[in-house]
């Protein structure tokens, strides 16, 4: 148990932290995560190198997942705006700390969208079903959260310039 916290426990932070921006409560949600692996850790398949990994994020972006539900407001909406070919700024010059900030001051409902589908990587459909919602709201949060976050990007990239 300890040789399993010492391994993961930056990468759940990091992982609670990318859902929940209050340090505290992502602290909270770790505890209760490490809680949840060591109580079901039998039930664990292996399945290949990084089955683990997958297996821990899972449990913690779902503790994440309800605490956001239980404790913050989100709506979700299935308008998606027409579609313009939006040019994204280069991340590059964005340190990830940075761009850590910026997605956690993103709309709860963004947030999560924008976590399971780039992070996680799973398509609008899981989304949908892993949160309740249509696959429209799906897709819909997503381009929101992407165009609210590339306008965060623009305005630190140019600030950097002044």
């Known amino acids: 148990m300890h040789r399993l916290y010492d391994r993961f426990s930056g990468y759940i932070m990091a992982t609670a932290l990318r859902y929940i921006p209050d340090y505290e409560a992502a602290k909270d949600v770790v505890q209760d995560s490490f809680v949840s692996i060591l ?24 503790q994440s997942i309800n605490w956001v539900k239980k404790h ?19 991340i590059e010059g964005v340190p990830p700390d940075v761009l850590n900030g910026m997605i956690s001051h993103l709309p709860a409902g963004y947030r999560l969208v924008l976590n399971l589908y780039v992070f996680e990587q799973l398509s609008h459909k899981e989304i949908a079903l892993r949160l309740g919602i249509k696959e429209s709201s799906s897709a819909s949060q997503f381009y929101h959260a992407k165009r609210l976050l590339a306008e965060m990007i623009t305005k630190y990239l140019n600030s950097r310039k002044i």
């Open 72 to 90: 913050e407001l989100y709506t979700f909406t299935d308008e998606i705006p027409q579609l313009v070919d939006e040019e994204l700024p280069d």
């Open 39 to 62: 109580t079901s850790i039998h039930r664990f398949e292996y399945r290949g190198e990084g089955s683990l990994r997958a297996w821990i994020t899972r449990i913690v972006s779902n």
